[in-house]
């Protein structure tokens, strides 16, 4: 008979017995030869509740138990829920006396249950057993299904807690049930009772617990539970992970290979056989396992299961040679590499475990700017306001290096107006969310592109517009205070009067209420006279001259061109000079004025005002002329003038325009 029938037997023939008896003081001796049949008999007191005992035990069992009282007999009855106990042995009668026996508390609520005498139970342990068979009662009615929602609930309702003085019933069910809070003890005393009670055998296990790379040791409680004819490890303690981050399986119903990775128990006291491993048909079923005997086929493991899969529960055992604890920054970039916004872990002996709670909706690896940017405008296209974007391998490392530097740049190139943006330098990741897309956008690579852009910005009036200029020559447009950029942008229609502004990190310019010219004017050098009286015929308020290409303003040929438009009328004006283009604002118009090559026609134009009576006029002479009458303080011009003209005027000239300004004029 096995030993696991065996115990079934026992068990069932001690609760029909505790059923008809009641519970206390059994001084019968029983004859005991073996370790199994001591360990039989611990289970059946424990079970009966019985306080005092006496056991014989023949043979050397007796000398074993002498010796192993503070070893493998101590750890025993500690297995099976027996807190504390003074003992005796006789050798005259190879007795072995238990007495005063304190069981813990979810043992003796499971007695006080399956006997019926719940009444002998303190209000607190009352309101505990109550609790524990509410919840039982609310499980699933599968076997596996039903031992791990009750794993899955104490992970969910109970938090870690060690302060004694706060809470005394920490190392009871009662902490956990009741409080919410426990240490180990009390987990484990919770999940024996729930077990038990939800008809699936349980018991306690008691040791020690290590992590190598932690230097980590601790004495702990966990538990042993047979499912379908099995007896394996469940350590609902460390499968909390007390972070509002749910649970783990990491030591859910594994064999004993598994758990002694990071726990230590005294083999030689186990009451039951514990299997060595797991079969996969006892893990949750939406957990999806693997192994891995390298860092490549540990990486490529999770990329299928993340990132082909979406699997949101993901185990790896791993082999000796690899520490996926100490190599976190590498489960990281897998992980978020894979589409996922947000996961937990829990790492133990040679697993770890993802848990995922968010995926990002949008999400694409690319390889080179080309499918970057081929990515990007997709999302402009489908109107995607939140997307992220995974840089991989040595391309990722190369745009996050130097700060970010080749992520800025190719980033100019997306167009993005407005956003809220994240990223991982681990894990070459960026998130954006609430993006805009500039409407109307360009990748300008050269001085042209620039130039057809913003000119055809202009011609349709638009007053907001942005464009990248990637790579050295965006660069050299950005430097020394933006001269090379300014320059190019003096080629276009664009006007000066606009809010402007920039990121030289990725080379992208905003510019915000633009105003352009009507059109480039194009002003020959040799008919500048000409072609600046045709341009101001409606008399405009503001004006751009560029150069035709065959010279640059300068100095020198900015007065001729100033003298162009004094001689068409212009009174007064303000102006931009740069090599490309003369920008002309707040033009003035003369009221009245002539223009005279001769003496002849300047007294025409006088007669012509007397007989207006206009007692104010500009007369704008050529370049000789203004000379000969300018000359000994205007002699000249007095002289043929006094004919028309009383003394008293006021008159004024300009020596650039060649104009005399005659106000409060008298005639004769």
């Not at 003796?108 to 006997?115: D, E, G, I, S, V």
């Not at 981050?245 to 128990?265: D, K, M, P, Q, V």
């Not at 990329?303 to 976190?328: C, F, H, M, P, W």
Request: net charge negative; charged share 25%.
């Amino acid at each position: 008979m096995s030993r696991l029938l065996r115990f079934l037997l026992v068990t069932v023939t001690a609760l029909a017995i505790c059923a008809l008896s009641g519970t206390g003081s059994h001084a019968a001796e029983e004859r005991l030869s073996s370790r199994d049949e001591l360990f039989l008999a611990l289970e059946t007191h424990t079970i009966q509740g019985d306080t005092d005992y006496q056991l014989i035990l023949d043979g050397s069992l007796y000398e074993d138990a002498k010796s192993g009282i503070n070893g493998w007999l101590s750890d025993a009855r500690a297995n099976c829920g027996i807190r504390s106990f003074t003992y005796s042995f006789s050798d005259r009668t190879r007795t072995l006396s238990l007495s005063n026996i304190e069981y813990r508390v979810a043992v003796r609520l499971l007695q006080a249950f399956c006997n019926n005498r719940m009444s002998m139970l303190s209000v607190r342990e009352r309101q505990t057993l109550d609790r524990a068979i509410e919840v039982v009662r609310s499980a699933p009615s599968e076997q596996l299904a039903r031992e791990q929602y009750l794993h899955d609930w104490i992970c969910k309702t109970v938090t870690y807690y060690t302060d004694a003085q706060a809470y005394a019933e920490k190392d009871q069910a009662i902490g956990a049930l009741l409080n919410g809070k426990a240490d180990c003890d009390g987990y484990s005393e919770a999940f024996y009772l729930l077990c038990n009670l939800a008809g699936i055998p349980a018991r306690f296990q008691h040791g020690d617990t290590y992590e190598k790379t932690d230097n980590f040791d601790a004495t702990h409680m966990w538990n042993l539970v047979c499912v379908y004819d099995t007896w394996l490890m469940v350590d609902v303690t460390w499968d909390d992970a007390d972070d509002s981050s749910g649970n783990f399986y990491l030591y859910y119903n594994i064999g004993s290979e598994r758990a002694a990775e990071t726990h230590i128990w005294n083999a030689s006291a186990l009451p039951v056989a514990w299997a060595a491993r797991t079969s996969h048909v006892m893990r949750p079923p939406e957990l999806v396992e693997g192994y891995a005997n390298s860092l490549d086929a540990a990486e490529a493991y999770f990329r299928g299961v993340l990132t082909e899969s979406r699997q949101n529960r993901v185990a790896l055992t791993y082999a000796a040679g690899i520490d996926l604890k100490r190599d976190k920054e590498l489960v990281n970039q897998w992980v978020y590499s894979s589409g996922v916004k947000n996961y937990y872990y829990k790492t133990g002996g040679h697993c770890i475990e993802i848990l995922v709670t968010e995926w990002y909706d949008e999400f694409r690896i690319v390889s080179d700017d080309q499918e970057a940017l081929a990515y990007v405008s997709e999302m402009k296209a489908a109107g995607k306001r939140e997307f992220s974007v995974f840089f991989s391998g040595d391309y990722g490392k190369a745009l996050f290096g130097n700060e970010l530097a080749g992520f800025y740049s190719l980033e100019g190139q997306f167009g993005i107006a407005k956003d809220e943006m994240y990223y991982s330098d681990t894990a070459f990741r960026v998130s954006y969310s609430g993006v805009e897309f500039a409407p109307n956008f360009r990748v300008c690579r050269s001085e042209a592109d620039i130039i057809a852009f913003v000119d055809q910005a202009g011609s349709s009036g638009i007053r907001q517009l942005q464009f990248c200029v990637p790579g050295s020559y965006g660069a050299s447009l950005f430097a020394d205070r933006l001269k090379g950029l300014d320059a190019v942008l003096r080629n276009t229609l664009l006007a000066n009067d606009r809010d402007e502004t920039y990121s030289q990190r990725s080379q992208v310019v905003y510019i915000r209420d633009a105003r352009y010219w009507p059109a480039k004017n194009r002003a020959p050098r040799g008919s500048l006279d000409a072609y600046i009286r045709q341009l101001l015929t409606g008399k405009p308020s503001a004006l751009a001259v560029w150069n035709d290409g065959t010279f640059q303003w300068t100095e020198a040929s900015f007065n001729d061109l100033s003298l162009a438009m004094y001689r068409s009328g212009v009174d007064t004006f303000r102006y931009i000079l740069t090599p490309e283009r003369v920008d002309f604002t707040v033009i003035n118009y003369a009221a009245n004025y002539r223009l005279v090559d001769s003496e002849d026609e300047l007294l025409a134009y006088l007669s012509e005002c007397r007989s207006r009576s206009q007692s104010s006029f500009r007369i704008y002479c050529g370049r000789q002329l203004y000379e000969k009458l300018s000359a000994d303080r205007f002699d000249r011009f007095f002289t043929i003038t006094c004919s028309v003209l009383r003394q008293g005027q006021s008159i004024s000239y300009n020596d650039n325009s060649y104009m005399i300004s005659m106000d409060h004029v008298q005639y004769k």
